[in-house]
């Protein structure tokens, strides 16, 4: 469906290119505007409950750059020319790139959330980074779990650079490591702190073949297991406030996985480098299945369990894949800007699944753009569900 969109797109511009003589910056205008929404479309960020206001926002940009062309105007101080065309061009381009690119979802500001803690983990970077700042300039005391102390240092001072009121309390935490996970809980019991928010964004997309010491495969081990025991030891904690949350950060992926093999999915052995983004994919089915099977054992006690895909954002992840796509990716420059998402757009989803008061629907939901979206449908079965649960306890109690 998404191609067909897109290629239905594509065919429009055809006609509208045809049929108007468009300058050279309308054009190239127009040709942004689609490759954004195409690639929008591709990476699976478009999803149909907002490819509607995507799709009227390419076509009213098409009428805006044919209208002088079609109908000159001829006001006394103000005429369509060759000159002034590419002006509107530019203001029509510069105004989609907010819409499609830069604009963000948001999230209410005005949220008060002065004594409510938020853990936050991988928060030292990107998206966790963004996710952490903004909960803290709501005035909420925010855990940051890291796996590096010293890039959690700096990114504490740069939280508190823009916030400097923000109350901060920094652990380490490596979430493929479930020794690391079980010392990150006993410090956050030690420190009296009583969390009503957890927010497991930290994740790796693995371009090679690794294992934690436990001999778990580390895709696995930090995408899901890793946040399954964590959120499974802060339950009693989080259960003793009113509408505490657990917001997992998918990805938009996990509609590549066709179903979860537990044979295999704690080793890989048969991992493959052209596998690697359906593998990713299945961690991220994981963390779908993961907060329905929250929301279905937890949601008449109050938790609000949320799974957020925060867009195509600029970050490291591609800092564990191999060297030649680093350099692909890095040598892209500018170009990324003008076709994925800042960190501080991509958390908005997040934010908003932290602070959102929209109860009736939020729990168990999958949320892009701040809205609830379509999932992959395997999430909705309980037997599957079921199973993972299982599967990821006897794992995490090894």
């Not at 910056?25 to 699976?44: G, P």
């Not at 895709?219 to 964590?230: D, Q, S, V, Y």
Request: with cysteine; glycine share 8%; proline share 3%.
């Amino acid at each position: 469906m998404r191609w067909a969109a897109a290629g239905l797109l594509a065919c429009w511009t055809g006609i509208f290119l045809s049929f108007f003589e468009f300058d050279i910056a309308s054009a190239a205008v127009l040709m942004y505007i689609v490759t954004v929404t195409a690639f929008r479309w591709i990476t699976l960020e478009a999803v149909l409950a907002d490819s509607e206001s995507t799709f009227f926002v390419v076509m009213g940009a098409l009428l805006v750059l044919a209208a002088p062309r079609c109908h000159p105007i001829e006001v006394p101080l103000l005429e369509f020319t060759v000159a002034t065309t590419p002006l509107l061009a530019a203001f029509v381009g510069l105004a989609a790139h907010f819409r499609l690119v830069r604009g963000g979802s948001g999230f209410d500001r005005e949220v008060v959330m002065s004594g409510m803690v938020c853990i936050v983990t991988g928060a030292n970077t990107g998206i966790g980074l963004e996710t952490a700042a903004a909960l803290a300039g709501l005035g909420a005391t925010v855990v940051l779990g890291c796996r590096t102390e010293d890039k959690m240092a700096v990114a504490a001072s740069e939280i508190k650079r823009r916030h400097p009121n923000a109350v901060l309390h920094l652990f380490a935490l490596d979430l493929s490591s479930l020794d690391s996970v079980h010392a990150f809980v006993e410090a956050l019991h030690a420190s009296r702190l009583q969390p009503s928010i957890l927010v497991n964004n930290a994740g790796v997309l693995m371009a090679s073949h690794q294992h934690n010491r436990a001999g778990i495969e580390m895709g696995i081990a930090t995408n899901h297991l890793g946040p399954f025991l964590l959120s499974k030891l802060l339950l009693p904690t989080l259960l003793r406030h009113n509408r505490p949350r657990i917001i997992n950060v998918g990805s938009a992926l996990h509609h590549l996985s066709t179903g979860l093999d537990f044979r295999r999915m704690k080793t890989r052995d048969d991992f493959r480098v052209a596998d690697m983004f359906r593998i990713y994919g299945d961690t991220k089915l994981c963390n779908m299945i993961f907060t329905k099977e929250l929301h279905h054992r937890y949601g008449d006690r109050g938790l609000v369990a949320v799974c957020v895909h925060p867009g195509t954002v600029i970050t490291d992840v591609h800092r564990d894949l191999h060297w030649a796509v680093r350099t692909l990716h890095s040598a892209l420059g500018p170009l990324r800007y003008l076709l994925m998402k800042s960190a501080a757009v991509g958390c908005q989803s997040s934010v908003f699944a932290a602070t959102s008061d929209a109860f009736e629907w939020l729990g168990g939901s999958y949320i892009v753009h701040s809205r609830r979206s379509p999932y992959n449908v395997l999430a909705d079965d309980r037997h599957l569900g079921e199973k993972l649960w299982e599967w990821s306890t006897t794992m995490t109690e090894m």
